[in-house]
């Protein structure tokens, strides 16, 4: 799927500002019509609501693979004013604004979980078939953290404010769901490639930063290759993306078994900011930007490669001094280093969930329930 990412490029659609007609009720559901699009509130327990979104058309309900059928609870109570749609039970509010068409949800007490809940969808067409890709945003409150998202390699145990790309690879093992130290999870109904954090892909260095060689000529790092047994081999790297069985075929035509690499050359960003690397790695693998060691030596059999993740921060116009040390492992190894592209800072403190092709969106948000003494 990821081939036809360039469609994100078409102007995203925000749910529809206003909704014209009344809620309805139906069974265990609460419909709320915001002009072409839906917003659909299912209750499985006085603990668990579903939340369903279209931007446009009907609901594109399918058979779930991570929830089993569930008979629904009808305890709840249903209002509306002030612009407002609110579903109580004992344990969890939901309000659903009509214009703009955000989520909140509380405590059954009243007391704030997640605020300023939001959808943007963008269309996307894959052999034929058309979906949406999806990205479900909110504000989260400053003292929250989240722990889940499956097992993943970077070592990161905290979520909040960071980003992981979900799907499943060897050790790599994805888990769409979230549990806050606020008390409430999230369940994200969706198997597509999805993000959390930052909804846009790692870049290439040279899309975000000015690369320079180490003679601080624009336009590349300096790549200096030394086989164990021949010449040495120095080539001007734009990228480094040599992290598959395609992109490892761009390498030199040097015998890597017993190799040392040796990338550097200065990074220059376009603003002042804390950047986000991601690293990909086989083999034994060090890198340093400006003073700071950010990736100590690392090891990984090229068999099963790994990534892993540091935080620069770079100035305006500065030229940060970076290299990056690679000994390869084996005849067949590889190597990458992306950067992130900049997030608002309130977004990135926040809670973003995109998926790549859906055919709406789904989640289910779980609180704990009310306990009596």
């Not at 120095?234 to 040392?260: C, H, M, T, W």
């Not at 690392?298 to 290299?323: C, D, I, M």
Request: aromatic fraction near 12%.
């Amino acid at each position: 799927m990821r081939k036809i990412l360039f469609l994100l490029l078409l102007p995203a659609l925000l749910l529809p500002a206003s909704c014209e007609k009344a809620y309805k009720v139906k069974g265990d559901q609460v419909l709320i019509s915001c002009g072409e699009g839906a917003i659909r509130l299912e209750v499985v327990a006085p603990e668990i609501v579903r939340v369903s979104a279209v931007p446009q058309g009907d609901f594109a309900d399918r058979q779930s693979l991570a929830v089993v059928p569930q008979a629904g609870c009808r305890d709840f109570e249903v209002t509306e004013a002030g612009g407002k749609v609110r579903l109580a039970t004992d344990s969890l509010v939901v309000e659903v604004y009509k214009t703009p068409g955000t989520i909140n949800f509380f405590k059954g007490d009243g007391t704030p979980l997640l605020q300023e809940g939001h959808f943007v969808f963008t269309p996307i067409e894959v052999e034929g078939k058309q979906a949406w890709s999806v990205q479900t945003a909110f504000d989260a409150p400053d003292e929250d953290s989240f722990y889940g998202l499956g097992q993943h390699q970077a070592g990161e145990f905290d979520h909040r404010g960071r980003s992981e790309e979900l799907y499943q690879y060897n050790t790599k093992v994805s888990v769409p769901f979230v549990v806050s130290t606020g008390g409430y999870g999230l369940l994200f109904d969706a198997y597509s490639w999805s993000r959390w954090g930052n909804p846009s892909p790692y870049k290439q260095l040279g899309e975000m930063l000015k690369l320079y060689d180490k003679q601080g000529v624009e336009g590349a790092l300096t790549g200096t290759y030394l086989p164990a047994k021949g010449q040495r081999f120095v080539q001007r790297e734009d990228s480094l993306y040599y992290e598959n069985e395609f992109a490892v075929k761009n390498l030199p035509d040097i015998d890597l078994n017993g190799a040392k690499v040796v990338y550097e050359g200065f990074l220059e960003a376009p603003e002042t900011a804390d950047y986000h690397f991601i690293q990909y790695y086989a083999g034994f693998q060090r890198t340093v930007v400006g003073t700071e060691e950010v990736m100590s030596r690392r090891w990984r059999p090229a068999w099963n490669p790994n990534s892993y993740k540091f935080t620069v921060h770079l100035e305006q116009g500065v030229k940060t001094p970076v290299r990056i040390e690679w000994e390869p492992d084996g005849g067949v190894s590889y190597i990458g280093l992306r950067v992130a592209p900049l997030q608002d800072p309130d977004e990135e403190a926040g809670i973003s969930f995109w998926s790549e092709f859906e055919p709406q969106a789904d989640f289910y948000f779980i609180t704990a329930p009310v306990t009596t003494t």
